[in-house]
């Protein structure tokens, strides 16, 4: 059964870092692109952060290019988001995705899988 | 970047309805469409990929269709379970993004 599991999430001061962790377990993860995205309190689904199969291939939206990192661990299938310089606009729920396969055609793109989500709030 | 419109942002409809969601890009994206199904303190879950592909495991009463720029996610036979929000997303090239969603609500 393919699992995700996100945790790292919290309560955090305007201008700090967080590191979140997604696990994963019930597939071949070296073999999947992942992804992470997303949700304002009350708003919709935002695309943040991908990485290919081997981490040599990183794309981040321009909200937070340049302050959030995204990363894997193919040992241990687990893919981080390194997230430095909050501020209140980044306080949501955010959740890990799994590519369906390498996107050259339509039925290998999309999210098949996600997890449940880890909360971050950044607060004075 | 491709913008995503959903109509509506919201309906309510009765059990046994059939309910139809549309989605438009701003640019051709062929069949690279994804719906995506939300409950209520929950994760996305994945409905439909490219366009008309039902994810396993989803019951056949959700149909995708469209091409290009315009697209539908039809629930037959609504059921009191599909009370959630429904998101497009278009996974043709990144920022992959998503529709504002539509909230579907159970008369």
């Not at chain 1, 999947?32 to 939206?61: D, F």
């Not at chain 2, 008309?52 to 959700?62: A, D, I, K, Q, T």
Request: net charge neutral; proline share 4%.
């Amino acid at each position: 059964e393919v699992q995700l599991l996100e945790s790292g999430g919290g309560l955090v001061q305007p201008g700090g870092s967080l590191r979140l962790s997604c696990a994963t377990s019930g597939f071949t993860f070296s073999s999947y692109e992942m992804n992470w995205v997303r949700q304002a309190p009350g708003k919709g689904l935002e695309w943040i952060a991908y990485i290919s199969p081997g981490g040599t291939t990183i794309y981040n939206a321009d909200s937070v290019k340049g302050r959030f990192i995204i990363s894997r661990d193919n040992a241990n299938n687990i893919v981080y988001l390194q997230m430095n310089s909050l501020g209140a606009e980044d306080t949501a729920v955010y959740y890990c995705g799994r590519d369906r396969g390498s996107g050259y055609k339509p039925i290998d793109s999309g999210f098949d899988y996600w997890g449940q989500g880890t909360l971050v709030t950044v607060s004075s | 970047d491709i913008q995503m419109t959903q109509s509506p942002s919201s309906l309510s409809a009765s059990v046994g309805d059939r309910v139809t969601i549309t989605c438009r890009a701003s640019d051709n994206i062929g069949t690279y469409l994804n719906w995506y199904q939300q409950k209520p303190g929950k994760g996305p879950k994945a409905l439909i990929y490219a366009a008309s592909s039902l994810e396993s495991g989803v019951p056949s009463r959700f149909n995708g269709g469209g091409s290009g720029t315009y697209f539908t996610l039809t629930i037959n036979n609504l059921q009191r379970e599909d009370l959630a929000t429904y998101y497009c997303q278009q996974s043709k090239r990144t920022p992959y993004t998503f529709g504002q969603g539509t909230k579907l609500e159970i008369k």
